[in-house]
């Protein structure tokens, strides 16, 4: 039996089945927790599918989250998507529930689950669930819906097939989802638009974002900016990769301003590995995409210069 079969083998065994996954959720997170929700749905019709977590604004469009309370996880089994450590789970009371499983494609820092499925070289976890979808097709079915929700999924995580992460057989579970009947033109233009604020934004970005010789960025949001531009943390994200789009960026990080007077720091890069940089300031992540937090101005410049060394020491070796 492989880890799939296993998996599914633990999915007959439940009534009650509710799907985590992390929290400030990205169109992976959504679309792997409800696209997976949506294949147990078609395919167990008599079992209770609960999605858990906060519905999140400018998401909802993909999947509304259902109520889910303390004791819908009597009996039930758990299973977290998308997730690489517990403290990141969105909702409450997963430990209540019998039985849990991981799946995910963030380097395994915290193994956890009485099944733990984790593969890195999936581009997204949205195209782990559609695999465990195509293996299992003479027991499971997808709806035109749920094929939505994983290419959503699967385009988000790697930038409309631009990031490193996109493999061949990203496109060929890509391509089997394509096979469904959805608007995909109609959903990359959705997860592709931004608000006038944000685009407003996106000037300031490319004004103000710095880089260093070697091609190390960075670009802070205080809280005046965040003011200036009328936006708060969870509107951001679509930001983060903008200075990829430079030449001359190798690896670059962004701080931003959180109402505690903390920052939010995203990394992201071009070669340069910055997850092991993510991991010291209380954050983690893929080799190139990685987030952390940093406790005042004086950490952030404590990072950047750290995220400097890197750079240089990739460049010049
Ligand atoms: P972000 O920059 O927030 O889009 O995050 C990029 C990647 O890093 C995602 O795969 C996140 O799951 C991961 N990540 C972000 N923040 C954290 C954190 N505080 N701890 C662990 N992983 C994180």
Not at 39 to 58: M, N, Q, R, V
Not at 103 to 108: A, M, S, T, Y
Not at 305 to 316: C, E, P
Request: charged share 25%; proline share 4%; with cysteine.
């Amino acid at each position: 039996m492989n880890i799939t079969d296993e998996i599914l083998e633990m999915i007959k065994q439940f009534e009650t089945i509710i799907i985590h996954r992390h929290q400030r959720p990205d169109p992976d997170a959504i679309g792997s927790q409800a696209g997976l929700g949506e294949i147990l749905k078609t395919s167990f019709p008599a079992k209770k599918i609960l999605l858990a977590g906060e519905t999140t604004d400018g998401l909802d469009f993909l999947a509304k989250m259902d109520s889910v309370t303390a004791k819908d996880y009597d009996g039930a089994l758990a299973i977290i998507v998308d997730t690489a450590d517990t403290p990141r789970i969105d909702g409450e009371n997963y430990d209540l529930a019998k039985k849990w499983i991981k799946i995910d494609h963030h380097p395994n820092d915290q193994p956890y689950g009485d099944i733990c499925y984790v593969n890195t070289d999936a581009s997204s976890c949205s195209e782990m669930i559609t695999d465990f979808y195509l293996q299992h097709q003479d027991e499971l079915s997808l709806s035109d819906n749920g094929a939505l929700l994983l290419y959503a999924g699967i385009v988000g995580d790697t930038g409309r097939f631009l990031y490193p992460g996109t493999t061949p057989e990203t496109l060929r579970m890509a391509a089997a989802l394509r096979e469904f009947s959805f608007d995909a033109a109609a959903l990359n233009r959705k997860l592709d638009s931004v608000p006038m604020k944000i685009a407003k934004l996106f000037g300031y970005v490319f004004e103000n974002v710095t880089l260093d010789e070697f091609g190390a960025g960075v670009l802070m949001l205080d809280s005046d900016v965040m003011k200036k531009f009328d936006v708060v943390d969870a509107e951001v994200s679509s930001i983060v990769s903008l200075p990829g789009k430079i030449e001359e960026a190798q690896a670059w990080t962004i701080f931003v301003a959180q109402e505690d007077g903390t920052f939010r720091v995203h990394f992201r890069s071009k070669g340069p590995v910055i997850n092991e940089l993510a991991k010291l300031h209380h954050g983690g992540g893929h080799p190139m995409a990685s987030g952390a937090k940093a406790k005042d101005v004086t950490e952030t410049e404590e990072i950047y210069r750290q995220l400097q060394t890197i750079v240089r020491d990739f460049s010049t070796k």
